[in-house]
């Protein structure tokens, strides 16, 4: 997909969303040397007027994540005064904790930099739409080489293919506004024909919907397009199943596939023995085997302690 338009500059003016403009940017400061784990398991209470994705948005939280934590409640009307479970706490992906981190599993983006108030290192992340099924998001490394305001969207001959296919003609250059699907923002990569961009259809974030780019709720994208630096480094990995430390316990965190087909559990064994032995001099105890298997057998992306109690 290839995008055109004026180049963004640093000091130009932040134009948020009327109606989520306020919407939560789940930020944490953390040591990249003792921490592997952010957040906090949070619970909400609907409104009246409150649908499931209302309450996701305002929070931060994409489709999926939100529906599989709160599988028996109603999505388009909750009903007031029901307790909603937001799955506001995150293992970090493994490897480098630098730039960006786009884990196409949990359908989540992770910016790791510096506190713009004290300078000490922080991570935010965002719920993030990732390609469908047959466009796929790729795995791979890649740079961030431009920020874009109102991009003109050029579909590829495939992604006209594929519109076609579905009875819709799609132009070759479709101009911005609110039918462009980049939205207002966007990221240009030096991975060819991918971006990290807004939406006009935010109800897709946290889904498998875009033709095989990253795109944000357009209030976060607004943020992060500004945020980023020019050359910030982008790793685009595949992670349904993450364990890490954080005050002497050990988490796992297991996210099913789009088909809802669970992880093998010889993959999850392999990422809890890999944590064990990064954090084994620092944990209070070591693994409860019947622990990790209650999470596989709940996958549903919330964090779950599986460390033994302590002896203390």
Known sequence: MKPTTSILTLGAALLLSASFSDARANTWPFEPADMEVVGEIQHEHARRSD???????WLG????????????????????????LIPSQFVLPEGPREGLVVNRAEKRLYYFHADADNGRPAVT???????????ETPVGNATVTQRLENPAWYPTE???????????ELPRMVPPGPENPLGRYALILDMDGYLIHGTHRPDGVGMRVSQGC??????????????????????????????????GK?????????????????????????????????????????????????????????????RS
């Not at 495939?158 to 819709?168: M, S, W």
């Not at 685009?236 to 364990?243: E, G, I």
């Open 214 to 247: 990253v795109r944000l709720y357009p209030e976060h994208i607004e943020r992060l397009v500004f945020d980023v630096p020019i050359g910030t480094p982008v790793a685009m990995v595949d992670q349904p199943v993450k364990a890490g430390y954080r005050d």
């Open 158 to 168: 495939g992604v006209r293919a594929d519109y076609r296919a579905r009875g819709i």
């Open 61 to 84: 939280m994409g489709y999926r994540e939100i529906r599989r934590a709160n599988p028996d409640v109603d999505l388009w009307i909750p009903g007031e005064g029901t307790r909603v």
């Open 250 to 310: 050990l988490y796992l965190e297991i996210h099913p596939g789009h088909d809802d087909s669970v992880p093998d559990m010889s993959e999850v064994r392999a990422v809890v023995e890999r944590a064990w032995q990064r954090n084994r001099e620092r944990l209070d105890q070591g693994v409860d085997w019947r622990l990790v298997e209650e999470a596989w057998e709940n996958a549903d992306g919330v964090p779950r302690v599986i460390s033994a109690p302590s």
């Open 51 to 57: 649908t499931l994705m209302d309450i996701a948005r």
């Open 125 to 135: 992340t965002y719920p993030i739409g990732i390609g469908k099924a047959g466009r």
